[in-house]
């Protein structure tokens, strides 16, 4: 690979490779506490993939820079993390969560096809193994919806606020990073504003039907930087890394 796209190929790596970790992390917060025995163990599994999808990203980046995925896990502070704020949010209750699985899904589902024509082979070919996986998880998260939307008015209520809290954030998930550019220019990844496009078109006639309304003046308005995390990142990596942490030197 050219020189000039090495760099900004590891960065988006990284991005993709947080957002899933952290993701995962979240999610594994319901083992044992789902509202089903059944749903208990299904999205143990999706969590248990999503962990699969960042091990994936971690290592085509380790491949390119020699840096171990464990130290970049368990000895980054948060402000070197590349997630977006979306998947950091705490779990909220089973409607957040479900909500916040479909429109993460969702830009994945968009986002893998036109990865897996990438001119990077190892990108596209990762990327074709994991929408398989991805359209499970949609499917999933798209039944949880209906059942929530248009079920009791407390559930559909509590789906409602939930999409009013993370909207704005599931915005940040098609915030170019600096190096984007020469990665579209090179037909590396996608160009992120079609992505959002074809996004949109997805998530909104489905968030209609399923009663639904789409807050449009919903804070935070201003594009929020992967660099930029809220309190919860620092919490929830405060737990993730502290065994590791206790003795750097370790071999588990």
């Known amino acids: 690979m050219d020189a000039a796209l090495a760099a900004p190929l590891a960065e988006r790596l ?5 957002d899933e970790l952290i993701l995962a992390h979240r999610n594994s917060e319901w083992a044992g506490h789902g509202p089903i025995l059944e749903e208990d163990i299904a999205f143990a599994n999706i969590a248990l993939d999503e962990l699969g999808h960042a091990a994936i990203w971690y290592g085509l980046r380790g491949q390119m820079t020699g840096e ?3 130290r970049l ?5 948060a402000g070197a993390y590349r997630n ?3 998947v ?3 779990k909220g209750d089973w409607a957040f969560s479900m909500l916040r699985q479909y429109l993460f899904d969702a830009a994945e589902s968009v986002a893998l096809p036109h990865l897996t024509a990438s001119r990077h082979r190892p990108l596209a070919e990762a990327a074709a193994k994991i929408a398989t996986e991805e359209m499970y998880h949609l499917r999933h998260t798209r039944l949880w919806l209906r059942r929530l939307g248009l079920g009791t008015t407390e559930s559909h209520g509590r ?3 939930a999409l009013d809290t993370l909207w704005p954030y599931a915005r940040q998930l098609f915030a170019p990073l600096p190096g984007d550019a020469a990665l579209v220019s090179a037909e ?3 160009d992120a504003a079609p992505l959002r496009r074809e996004w949109e078109a997805l998530v909104r006639p489905y968030l209609t039907e399923c009663a639904l309304t789409i807050p449009e003046d919903a804070l935070p308005r201003r594009a929020i930087p992967r660099a930029e995390h809220t309190e919860h990142l620092m919490v929830l990596l405060a737990e993730m890394q502290s065994v590791a942490r206790m003795d750097p030197t370790a071999e588990w």
């Open 88 to 90: 950091e949010l705490p």
């Open 68 to 70: 171990d995925a464990d």
């Open 73 to 77: 896990i368990f000895f980054r502070d």
């Open 84 to 86: 977006v704020q979306l």
């Open 14 to 18: 990284l991005a993709m490779a947080d």
């Open 188 to 190: 590396i990844i996608p």
């Open 159 to 161: 789906l409602q606020r």
